[in-house]
């Protein structure tokens, strides 16, 4: 089945780098995405990557795939306190109704 | 544009009650998305439209769960003889065509069951 894992908690430093991590077990994923969600909202779209594709840069976001090691990276370049938040991967696969499989979320915490 | 809304935003009721959530998609939007998200996990799908046909509700837990989308638009989510477990925030999500679009989330009804 499909199962997608994250850390739960990232603490970092105002003005340093963060990289949320994320595991995925459905090789036939063809999209994975990047979604941020602040308290009382709801889920905002960060950026995606196609499963052909090993980076994407964009702006302070760059994501990394390894799909050897089903592995998905986000990293934000000098993390600002706005940037907190709990972040979510999440892949949808060919063949299925393209419904979003989430992972539970990495709590980003920027100290000042 | 406006984007994906939801109504109520939060909803209290009573253990066996009946409730309906509402969620008005992009305009244009032909894909429709019910997803579940329980405190500290990610969204949970539940049923997929496109068009007016529910064309995937593999993940509709139980049959207490119906959803309709009459006109191709605006979706009801219905929960019949609700259950305290069935507390959670319901997220509405929609996108162009449902293949390789991305989808746009709404803000959300969270429900309590007491």
């Known amino acids: 089945g499909e199962d997608v894992e994250q850390s739960l908690f990232l603490s970092v430093r105002e003005g340093d780098s963060s990289v949320i991590n994320c595991t995925y077990t459905?090789?036939?994923?063809?999209?994975l995405y990047w979604y941020k969600q602040e308290p009382g909202a709801g889920l905002q779209l960060l950026t995606y990557?196609?499963?052909?594709?090993d980076m994407k840069q964009d702006q302070r976001l760059t994501v990394l795939l390894n799909k050897k090691d089903k592995h998905l990276s986000l990293r934000i370049a000098d993390t600002q306190t706005g940037d907190s938040a709990i972040y979510f991967c999440?892949?949808?696969?060919?063949?299925?109704?393209?419904?979003?499989?989430f992972g539970s979320g990495t709590q980003l915490t920027v100290l000042p | 544009g406006a984007g994906v809304s939801q109504t109520p935003s939060n909803k209290v009721t009573e253990k066996g009650k009946y409730v309906e959530l509402r969620c008005d998609p992009i305009s244009g939007h032909t894909a429709l998305y019910w997803y579940r998200q329980s405190l500290g996990q990610g969204p949970e799908f539940l049923i997929y439209f496109q068009g007016t046909g529910a064309a995937d509700d593999s993940g509709l837990p139980n049959d207490r769960f119906f959803a309709v989308r009459p006109e191709g638009s605006v979706s009801t989510l219905k929960i019949q003889r609700t259950e305290r477990g069935d507390s959670a925030v319901y997220l509405c999500a929609s996108s162009p065509s449902g293949r390789t679009d991305t989808q746009y989330f709404g803000p959300g009804t969270r429900l309590t069951v007491l």
């Open positions: 990557i196609f499963s052909n594709m």
């Open positions: 999440a892949e949808s696969t060919e063949g299925s109704a393209r419904q979003l499989t």
């Open positions: 459905d090789s036939s994923s063809t999209y």
